[in-house]
């Protein structure tokens, strides 16, 4: 089992950037595929961005691509979302997760997912 815990988000204007950070505890963090995904009022948890276990390789979303970057850092059990040019509608609760245990890729679909992060926090202001 592993614990998710984010952490970084806040309040920024239009076209600022800002990182979140997702620290993971528990069993062997290098054995799961890590994601983020984001949740706005009154919409669905829509996928953001995925990477693999070793961070050699990562997927986004269509609407994040060019924006958004996702990697971790092994030795610190911590996956990052670093995000640029944020817009308005990028305002949600963004969610840390992970895949099932030995999972290659991080989850891209909510029935993928095996643990959630309590989410934090993103507006943006126009």
């Known amino acids: 089992q592993v614990q998710l815990e984010e952490s970084g988000g806040g309040l920024v204007q239009a076209g600022g950037s800002l990182r979140l950070s997702c620290a993971a505890s528990g069993r062997s963090f290098t054995r799961y595929g890590m994601a983020w995904f984001r949740q706005a009022p009154g919409k669905e948890r829509d996928f953001v961005a995925s990477i693999t276990l070793l961070g050699s390789n990562t997927d986004y979303a269509d609407s994040v691509k060019g924006r958004f970057t996702v990697s971790r850092d092994n030795a610190k059990n911590t996956v990052y979302l670093q995000m640029i040019s944020l817009k308005p509608e990028d305002t949600a609760v963004y969610y840390c997760?992970?895949?099932?245990?030995?999972?290659?890729?991080?989850?891209?679909?909510?029935?993928?997912?095996?643990?959630w992060g309590q989410g934090t926090q993103v507006t943006v202001s126009s």
């Open positions: 997760a992970a895949g099932e245990y030995g999972s290659v890729w991080g989850p891209r679909i909510g029935s993928e997912v095996a643990y």
